[in-house]
């Protein structure tokens, strides 16, 4: 599964934020999945609060391309609003691993409270993957939020 959401000279540039509700139509309902996940990206480069509910609700879409390129856009929307749906997305043995490995990613991006305490969970549940768990301990210490830390 390609980890870019954009291809070369197919990419929305960043919205203004009146147009924000036209993307999210076409992230949930747009005529062909290029158009999807074009505008799934583009909500989470705007940096727009009314993009959040929408892309969190994505996290349910049947297609794991969506899906992944809505948990890559919540972590740059960094909001600590859909910690608990991405909590759900990392904790899901059903889910591919690379979402299960970018919900991790935008976890750490997300650094609230929530974020850290979901993450610290999921390394200390001995039944979730061992590899996917070391990763998400590393990211743990990349933002220096590693078990023991003081501040989070």
């Not at 583009?42 to 959040?52: E, N, Q, Y």
């Not at 972590?75 to 991405?86: A, C, E, I, Q, T």
Request: aromatic share 2%; no cysteine; net charge negative.
């Amino acid at each position: 599964m390609d980890m870019s959401l954009e291809r070369p000279g197919q990419g929305y540039p960043v919205q203004p934020r009146g147009e924000v509700y036209d993307l999210v139509s076409a992230a949930q309902s747009g005529a062909d999945n290029e158009t999807r996940l074009r505008a799934v990206a583009a909500l989470g480069k705007s940096g727009d609060p009314r993009a959040v509910r929408p892309v969190a609700d994505l996290l349910k879409d049947a297609d794991p391309e969506i899906r992944q390129a809505s948990v890559i856009a919540l972590g740059l929307l960094r909001s600590g609003r859909p910690v608990d749906d991405l909590v759900a997305r990392l904790r899901d043995p059903n889910e591919h691993a690379a979402i299960r490995e970018q919900a991790a990613v935008a976890l750490a991006s997300i650094r609230s409270t929530g974020a850290v305490r979901g993450l610290r969970e999921f390394i200390a549940d001995g039944n979730e993957d061992s590899a996917l768990r070391t990763r998400t301990e590393n990211l743990l210490k990349d933002i220096g939020a590693e078990q023991g830390s003081a501040g989070t």
